[in-house]
């Protein structure tokens, strides 16, 4: 089971950390993605961090969003920076295990003045 933590409200140019861990798996082993569904719109991939480190971005997040393990904590973490109303969405995480996908519940994040 995973579980996203960490969403909110916050003012343009704000940041936030969001938080994926599970219950019952280890993360570090699995390639955990973070994607995003804005209101009235389709979930899309933001963000991607491999089993061995390597980072993926959507190019609307590059430069802003950062992806990174906390291993210790068993974590893959989210940090926002210099957030705009449009990263307004529903943030979930993902990761794929024998052809099963398993995603959390979500995380609101909302991005208004």
């Known amino acids: 089971q995973l579980v996203e933590s960490g969403g909110g409200l916050v003012q343009p140019g704000g940041s936030l950390r969001l938080s994926c861990t599970a219950s019952?798996?280890?993360?570090?082993?699995?390639?955990v993605d973070w994607n995003r569904q804005p209101p009235g719109k389709q979930r899309e991939l933001v963000a991607k961090?491999?089993?061995?480190?390597?980072?993926t971005y959507a190019a609307s997040v590059k430069g802003r969003f950062t992806v990174s393990r906390d291993n210790a904590k068993n974590t893959v973490d989210l940090q926002m920076n210099s957030l705009k109303p449009e990263d307004t969405a529903v943030y979930y995480c993902?990761?794929?295990?024998?052809?099963?996908?398993?995603w959390g519940q979500g995380t609101q994040v909302t991005v208004s003045s």
């Open positions: 993902h990761i794929r295990f024998l052809g099963v996908d398993y």
């Open positions: 019952g798996r280890i993360l570090s082993a699995y390639t």
């Open positions: 961090i491999t089993n061995v480190g390597d980072t």
